[in-house]
């Protein structure tokens, strides 16, 4: 499995009011990609997970996605 993510996996903060650029992050399910597919570190990808729910919490993003 290759990485997805080759060229913008430098980003410092995942802001969950970013949520552009966190839809780059959830599959067509809504289900958060893998660290193998990502390229984040243990820590980014923690820091991702965070940002993304927040995100879903306050409804900028959708939990599960609409067929």
Request: aromatic share 12%.
């Amino acid at each position: 499995m290759a990485k997805i993510f080759k060229h913008r996996t430098d980003i410092a903060y995942f802001d969950y009011k970013d949520f552009k650029t966190l839809q780059r992050y959830v599959n067509q399910y809504g289900q958060i990609e893998s660290r193998k597919k990502t390229g984040l570190t243990e820590s980014k990808q923690r820091q991702l997970a965070r940002a993304i729910k927040r995100a879903r919490h306050i409804a900028l993003l959708p939990f599960v996605a609409s067929n």
